[in-house]
């Protein structure tokens, strides 16, 4: 079992940053390919970016990529994302997930752990 707590969301004017913090516990957080989705209301919840726990292998959803990186910091059991150039269409609540898989995946249904999501908001 894994238990991840997001922190770090808030609000921000467009071209803004924010660095969101994901904490995670139980099982060994450092063999897991982690990974960030939102979800606004009313719609799916997407992909946003993925880190691989070998070479720290990264993927990116194209509406994010240049503006968002993901790292992970292994001995702290911490991932995080930090997002740059923020828009107010990246306005949503913003998910930590862990999957059991041990490889590079955008998909929902790959992911086993989730955190309760943090709030981002982007004024125009």
């Known amino acids: 079992q894994v238990q991840l707590v997001e922190s770090g969301g808030g609000l921000v004017q467009a071209g803004g940053s924010l660095k969101l913090s994901c904490a995670a516990s139980?099982?060994?957080?450092?063999?897991?390919?982690m990974g960030w989705f939102r979800q606004a209301p009313g719609k799916e919840r997407e992909f946003v970016a993925a880190?691989?726990?070998?070479?720290?292998?990264?993927d990116y959803a194209d509406s994010v990529k240049g503006r968002f990186t993901i790292s992970r910091d292994n001995a702290k059991n911490t991932l995080y994302l930090q997002m740059n150039s923020l828009k107010p269409e990246d306005t949503t609540v913003y998910y930590c997930?862990?999957?059991?898989?041990?490889?590079?995946?955008?998909?929902?249904?790959?992911?086993?752990?989730w955190g309760q999501g943090t709030q981002v908001t982007v004024s125009s």
């Open positions: 880190i691989r726990w070998i070479a720290f292998i990264t």
């Open positions: 139980g099982r060994t957080f450092s063999r897991y390919t």
């Open positions: 997930a862990a999957s059991g898989k041990d490889i590079l995946t955008t998909r929902l249904v790959d992911y086993s752990y």
